[in-house]
């Protein structure tokens, strides 16, 4: 009982946390708050500021608003403190271009020392951030800053020339958007320094820069695809977000690939920047920092995946998964103490613990102290409430597999059953248990046990299971015997005792089929599935017949609408359709008529005319025959009859166009046009156009339809010669679509007239088109 509450109450529980996330990190609030804390005194923003960054730690424009004002306030102790925790998190150029500043104003005035300062936070910086796409403009700024050094001698001078030369070299090579400009620079260094040996070294650097000038091309196409304004947030599957997301995935697997051919060490700096940039806008979304700290192990540094598991921690306190993960790393190095803090805080103090806590705690236990220890604990964590059935299950397999022991696992399963016998799904897991024992004696105690206490509202797969049993291990009179049972166990329940097949086919496909192997073909189980969805859900004595009635007795007089019915039909055996084609019959005789092949029974459609055109009545069905056509009419009454599901509608009408019978002509009928082949008929109507527009028929008393002409009218003797004439008619379409076309093309624009392209079965006399 205990699980099915959690598995209740979890999804609104998840909605409450994501309408609270959705409340707490409101980016318009932000940016709107942000904004006013620009125009407010350093004393009234700074609380602003603080409360924006405890939300928002890596949005590097807070932290850049926030540093420019404490700048603006000759605050440099603050300012300092605040870079101190930024920088390293918020590897983004404009921020760091403030600290350059920052740093220059503080040391200008402190001479050769403050030019040394200034040096080495440039260094910094461009250890950090160099690799960044937009960074060209620091990589000049320095440049310019080394070219403005004092040479107080030649030595000094030689010093300068040797500093700026590598800053060209390690410039010239990083992609960014100004590199093509910090290589015509360099030529012109080189030169203005020496050309002869410029002439060797532009050589030697030429294919780099190329190899960087080309990467830099490509790369810019996956920062093009990235939001550097957007905050981050927890994810809401926003599309938006997805783009992101996407998109920085594809800039590390490009990233990944390591493009440019540089060495390893080069190549894993530009990964690492890539997702510590990652890492600000999708800074709560575990699979990234999952990602970054597999990358880090399986690249070798396994103290990098765990610094970076203890950042991700602190980013999503709450993630289950990331524990794990984490928690499997620390094992896996063998670092079991550490392992073991992480499963504790999963337990927490145990009035919140979940089921699945205790299973893996008890399995690490397992792992790493062996069977006792996690006996112990499971004895434990059974008294707590939120021991559910699952860590009954879980430890009694655990014991039964590695103690070798059943009687170990059959007194947990024992246990467990006194206080979840309620759950079917524990009542499976014992009989799954019992399976692996061969003991069909406790098997069968059990299923008495558990559906003797089970609803049997709760007791459905139970029910299915000791069938199942009873149908593999036990002998015939037991397998009737239970199988009568669980029909009298949800007769009871029923609100329509009618809507269980009491003698069903199905049953006997039940016993005799074997894994994905049955006693029948797919079509009959699609036919026995929709015969069991029909008496399901109309009931025996109101379910409609797809054939003709036994013993001749006719159908209801008020059908029920098939629009309802399930989608997927079985296609019916168009060999016996295509063999039972018949020739055209006169509209007088529609009442009456038999097919072919069928032993002379009549079809369903006559069942229904024959009434209408005799008395007049006005059934619900009567009044959509009123409204049809007469050609329709006589195409339905030549429709053989199929017992059974519904048949395919294109299929059958397929064979019906394709027909000498009911082949339509491409053009209306005219002088010198006649029926393909050129047959005698006899002089009663033709029945081939599904449209009646060639021929005039005798509609239905009471019918309200006028059928439509094309053409004038011919008259008896003229129509006898065209029928008989050879002149051959255009081809018939094979195409089904093509075919269903040109007939909604004739049947014209009429109220009466229009419908869908599809007619549903004449067989079950309703017409799924509006014929109204």
């Not at 420019?68 to 603050?78: K, S, T, Y």
């Not at 880090?296 to 598991?309: C, E, L, Q, T, W």
């Not at 007619?759 to 088109?769: C, I, M, R, T, V």
Request: glycine share 6%; charged share 25%; net charge neutral.
């Amino acid at each position: 009982m205990a699980s099915s509450v959690e598995q209740k109450d979890a999804p609104e529980t998840k909605d409450q946390e994501n309408e609270t996330a959705a409340e707490k990190f409101n980016v318009e609030a932000a940016e709107v708050l942000a904004t006013s804390a620009q125009r407010l005194p350093l004393a009234q923003a700074a609380p602003i500021y603080e409360q924006l960054l405890q939300l928002y730690p890596t949005a590097a424009k807070f932290w850049k608003q926030y540093v420019e004002a404490n700048m603006a306030a000759n605050n440099d102790d603050a300012t300092k403190q605040i870079f101190s925790r930024c920088l390293l998190n918020c590897l983004q150029v404009p921020l760091w271009r403030c600290y350059i500043r920052f740093i220059r104003k503080v040391n200008e005035k402190k001479g050769a020392e403050g030019q040394e300062e200034t040096r080495k936070a440039f260094d910094f910086m461009l250890s950090h951030v160099g690799t960044d796409i937009a960074s060209g403009p620091i990589w000049m700024e320095y440049i310019t800053f080394l070219k403005s050094l004092p040479a107080q001698h030649g030595q000094e001078e030689s010093q300068r020339m040797i500093a700026l030369r590598k800053v060209y070299q390690r410039a010239i090579i990083t992609p960014t958007h100004h590199v093509e400009q910090l290589w015509r620079e360099y030529e012109i260094f080189e030169n203005s320094v020496n050309r002869q040996l410029a002439k060797g070294l532009i050589s030697e650097f030429q294919q780099k820069y190329n190899s960087a000038r080309a990467v830099y091309r490509e790369r810019k196409k996956y920062f093009e695809e990235i939001d550097w304004n957007m905050l981050a947030v927890p994810p809401t599957g926003s599309s938006k977000e997805e783009q992101q997301w996407t998109a920085w995935r594809r800039l590390l697997a490009f990233e990944k690939t390591n493009p440019q051919r540089i060495d390893s060490d080069s190549s894993n700096k530009r990964i690492i920047f890539t997702y510590e940039q990652c890492l600000m806008y999708l800074y709560h979304y575990p699979d990234i920092w999952y990602d970054y700290a597999t990358w880090n192990a399986k690249s070798g540094s396994v103290d990098a995946a765990i610094r970076v598991y203890q950042r991700a921690l602190k980013a999503l306190p709450d993630s289950e998964m990331l524990k794990y993960a984490y928690a499997e790393l620390e094992e896996s190095r063998g670092a079991i103490q550490p392992a073991r803090k992480i499963y504790e805080s999963l337990l927490g103090d145990g009035a919140n613990t979940n089921a699945l806590a205790y299973i893996q705690f008890i399995r690490f236990l397992r792992r790493n102290q062996g069977v006792e220890a996690a006996r112990k604990y499971f004895l434990d964590a059974r008294k707590s409430p939120n021991c559910t059935y699952q860590v009954y299950v879980a430890y009694a397999l655990m014991a039964f597999c590695l103690d070798k022991d059943p009687k170990i696992a059959h007194n947990v399963f024992e246990a467990g059953l006194k206080r979840f016998m309620q759950e079917p799904a524990y009542i499976l897991e014992y009989v799954d248990f019992l399976y692996r024992l061969n003991d069909d004696r406790n098997i069968r105690a059990l299923f008495e046990r558990a559906l003797s206490s089970l609803p049997p509202e709760k007791s459905v797969e139970v029910w299915k299971r000791f069938v199942q049993f009873e149908q593999t291990y036990g002998d015939l009179a037991s397998m009737l015997k239970v199988e009568q049972r669980r029909k009298e166990a949800f007769s009871s329940i029923d609100e329509d005792p009618g809507s269980v097949l009491e003698d069903s086919l199905e049953e006997v496909v039940s016993r005799y089929s074997f894994m994905d192997l049955y006693p029948c073909s797919t079509k009959d189980l699609d036919q026995l599935a929709r015969q069991e969805w029909l008496v399901k859900h109309m009931g025996k004595k109101s379910g409609v017949s797809n054939g003709p009635s036994r013993g001749g007795e006719r159908g209801p007089p008020n059908l029920p609408s098939y629009s309802n019915l399930p989608t997927k039909f079985v296609d019916s055996d168009t060999s016996r359709t295509m063999a039972s084609r018949q020739k055209p019959v006169d509209n007088t005789t529609v009442a009456s008529t038999t097919v072919a092949g069928f032993n002379g029974v009549p079809n369903a459609l006559s069942n229904s005319v024959g009434p209408l055109a005799s008395s007049g009545a006005t059934g619900p069905f009567d009044e959509v025959l009123k409204a049809t056509p007469p050609a329709l009419l006589s195409f339905l009454a030549n429709l053989p009859i199929v017992e059974g599901p519904t048949p395919n509608v294109d299929i059958i009408l397929s064979i019906c166009l394709q027909s000498e019978t009911v082949a339509p002509s491409a053009a209306p009928a005219g002088p010198g046009k006649g029926r393909k082949g050129g047959g005698s008929h006899q002089a009663g109507p033709a029945t081939s156009d599904l449209s009646g527009s060639s021929r005039s028929h005798q509609a239905p008393t009471g019918s309200s339809f006028r059928p439509r002409q094309s053409g004038k009218r011919k008259d008896f003797g003229r129509q006898e010669e065209e029928e008989s004439s050879t002149v051959q008619s255009q081809p018939v379409p094979k195409d089904v679509f093509r075919l269903r076309q040109i007939r909604k093309a004739r049947i014209g624009t009429g109220a009466s007239q229009t419908g869908s392209t599809s007619y549903g079965s004449a067989l079950s006399g309703d017409l799924s088109g509006s014929t109204g």
